[in-house]
C-alpha cells in the first residue's frame, strides 16, 4: 500500500479549480491508529464558503442547470464507475483518516458508488403529477432543483453520507457546497477529484474543508443556500436549525441514536447473534445507527450475554491498516469521552460481562478502547439512555412485549431499532409500535440499505435520506395551474 497521500490534501474545491483556502491557513488530520501527523488540510472561512456558493449558483446559471435530468444520471453513473475502481485507495485512505478497518472503509466506498448508481438511475424518473381542477384549468406540479444545497458531514461515515446527501441532491440538479468533517475529509476531497475526472460540470460540487464553528456555521449562515443537509451530533444539529430558520430554508437533520435489537425468547439465536454484536462494534461503535443497547426476554437474557460475550472475547483490536474487527476511535478527545463512561460504568457497579483483550505493542498514542458489554443494566442508566459512540454495548433484559416496546421507545431518541422473534403477529405489531425511523425485524443494517428511507424521529433528527424518497427532500414541488378555457 502506498504510503504518501496521491494529492496535495492542503487546497479546497471551487467553481471546478482546487486551490489553497483563502486564509491559506491549515489544520492537522491525525492518523488515529498511532496517533501520528498524517496530512494538513485547508482551513476553509467564510471567504471561501461565499466564493463556493457563488460558483455553485454560477453553475446552476450555466453548464450544470441546463443539463437534462438524463443527462445528469449519466454523470452520476460515470462517477460511480470511477468511484468502485478506486475503492481500494479509497479504503486505505479512510482506514489512514478514520482508523476505520479496511475492509470496511472498502465496503464505505462501495456503498458510495452504489448511492451514486441508484440516484444516477433515479435522475429521470422523478417527475409531478397532474390534478384534477376547476373547469377550463390543467394544473400540474413539478418537481425542481432547491438550487445551492449545503452538506455538512462527520468523521464516521463520510463516504456513505456524502452518497446519500450530495448523490441525490445532485440527481436532482441542484449544485452542492460540502463541508466535510475536519477529523476526517481525506476521501471527501478525493471524492472530488473523481467527480472532476467524470465530467461534472464545474461549480456542481464545491468542497470547503474546515472547522465546524468556521466554515460550517459560514455554511448554515449563508442566504444565498437554498436548503440545508447536516449529519451530526444533537447539540449541532441544533445550531444548524436555528441558522436554517433565520434564513428560512428547509433542513434535514440526520442526527444520533441509542437504537436497540429486541431480541425475543423465540428469536432464531444462530441468525441474531452476529447481527447484535457487529452492529454494536462495527466501527468502533462510531455509528449512528449503532445497535447500543440490546433488549432480551428474560428466559434467554444469560444464553444471549453468555453468547455474545464469548464473541466479544474473540474480537480482534488493532490499527486500521492491520484490517482486523476493531479500528481505534477517531481521536483520543472520542478515546477519553468513551473511557468516561467506562469509569461511570464502573463507578455504578455495572458489571461487565465481557471485554476484548487490546494486544500488547498497540502505538502508545493510538485511540484504543477494548469494546465492552456490559449486562444487565437497568433502562434508566446512564449508559442506556446516553449515545457513546464507542464500541460499548448495554444488555437489558425485558418481561413480555408491552415490556420491551417501552425500554425501546424510552430514550430521547428513535433512529433505528431491529426485533428478533419468529411470531409474525408480533413482528407486524412491534415493528408498529417502535417510535423509530427504521426498523428491522430478524436483520439489522446498521448504516446499510441504500434503497430504504432513513432517518430519525424525536432527537434522532427529522428528513429522510437514503431510498426514492430523499429525492422529494432535495427537491421543490411548484404547482402551476393553466387557464386555458
Ligand atoms: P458534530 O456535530 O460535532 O460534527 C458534524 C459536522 O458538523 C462536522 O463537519 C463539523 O465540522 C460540523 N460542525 C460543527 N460545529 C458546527 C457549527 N457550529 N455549525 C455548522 N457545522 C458545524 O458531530 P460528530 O461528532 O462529528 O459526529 C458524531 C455525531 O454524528 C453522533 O452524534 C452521531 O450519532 C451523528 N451521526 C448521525 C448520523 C445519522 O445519519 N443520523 C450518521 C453519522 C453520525
Excluded at 425485524?441 to 426514492?468: C, T
Aim: proline share 6%; hydrophobic share 45%.
Amino acid at each position: 500500500m502506498a504510503a504518501t497521500i496521491p494529492f496535495d490534501t492542503t487546497q479546497v474545491l471551487i467553481g471546478g479549480r482546487w486551490s489553497p483556502g483563502a486564509s491559506g491557513e491549515t489544520l492537522p488530520l491525525i492518523d488515529p491508529s498511532d496517533g501520528s501527523l498524517l496530512a494538513q488540510i485547508a482551513r476553509g472561512t467564510a471567504a471561501d464558503i461565499d466564493a463556493a456558493v457563488a460558483a455553485a449558483q454560477a453553475a446552476l446559471d450555466g453548464d450544470w442547470g441546463r443539463l437534462t435530468a438524463a443527462e445528469r444520471g449519466r454523470l452520476l453513473l460515470k462517477l460511480s464507475a470511477r468511484v468502485a475502481d478506486a475503492a481500494d485507495e479509497l479504503a486505505e485512505l479512510e482506514a489512514r483518516d478514520v482508523g476505520k478497518p479496511v475492509k470496511q472503509g472498502r465496503a464505505d466506498a462501495l456503498a458510495l458508488a452504489r448511492y451514486l448508481e441508484f440516484y444516477g438511475g433515479a435522475a429521470d424518473k422523478v417527475h409531478g403529477q397532474t390534478i384534477p381542477f376547476a373547469d377550463g384549468y390543467t394544473a400540474l406540479t413539478l418537481r425542481e432543483p432547491h438550487g445551492v444545497t449545503g452538506h455538512i458531514v462527520p468523521w464516521n461515515y463520510p463516504m456513505q453520507i456524502i452518497g446519500r446527501s450530495v448523490g441525490a441532491a445532485l440527481a436532482m440538479g441542484n449544485a452542492c457546497v460540502l463541508k466535510p468533517a475536519e477529523e476526517a475529509c481525506l476521501t471527501a476531497l478525493a471524492f472530488g477529484r473523481l467527480a472532476l475526472e467524470a465530467g461534472l460540470p464545474a461549480g456542481a460540487l464545491n468542497i470547503v474543508p474546515g472547522l465546524g464553528e468556521e466554515a460550517g456555521a459560514a455554511l448554515t449562515a449563508h442566504p444565498g443556500v437554498a436548503h440545508l443537509s447536516f449529519t451530526g451530533s444533537v447539540a449541532v444539529g441544533r445550531l444548524v436549525q436555528a441558522a436554517a430558520a433565520r434564513n428560512t430554508i428547509p433542513v434535514t437533520l440526520e442526527l444520533g441514536g441509542k437504537s436497540p435489537q429486541l431480541v425475543f425468547a423465540d428469536a432464531d439465536l444462530d441468525a441474531a447473534l452476529p447481527f447484535l454484536v457487529n452492529a454494536g462494534i462495527q466501527n468502533a461503535g462510531q455509528t449512528c445507527s449503532a445497535a447500543s443497547r440490546i433488549l432480551v426476554e428474560r428466559p434467554v437474557f444469560d444464553e444471549v450475554v453468555a453468547r455474545m460475550a464469548e464473541r466479544y472475547r474473540a474480537l480482534r483490536v488493532g490499527p486500521a491498516l492491520d484490517d482486523l474487527d476493531v479500528g481505534p476511535l477517531i481521536s483520543a478527545r472520542q478515546r477519553d469521552i468513551v473511557q468516561g463512561y467506562l469509569a461511570a460504568a464502573h463507578d455504578s457497579g455495572l458489571r461487565i460481562a465481557a471485554q476484548a483483550t487490546l494486544p500488547p505493542g498497540l502505538p502508545e498514542r493510538g485511540c484504543y478502547v477494548p469494546p465492552t458489554l456490559l449486562a444487565p443494566v437497568t433502562p434508566e442508566h446512564r449508559l442506556a439512555q446516553e449515545e457513546i459512540f464507542g464500541p460499548v454495548q448495554v444488555v437489558i433484559p425485558f418481561d413480555g412485549e408491552d415490556h420491551a416496546v417501552a425500554i425501546a421507545n424510552g430514550t430521547n431518541f428513535g433512529l433505528v431499532a431491529g426485533v428478533w422473534t419468529r411470531d409474525g403477529g408480533r413482528q407486524f405489531r412491534v415493528a408498529k409500535r417502535l417510535k423509530c425511523g427504521q426498523v428491522f425485524v430478524n436483520n439489522y443494517g446498521a448504516g446499510g440499505g441504500i434503497e430504504l428511507p432513513f432517518g430519525g424521529v424525536k432527537q434522532s433528527g427529522h428528513g429522510r435520506e437514503k431510498g426514492f424518497e430523499a429525492l422529494y427532500g432535495f427537491s421543490a414541488l411548484k404547482t402551476v395551474a393553466i387557464r386555458h378555457g
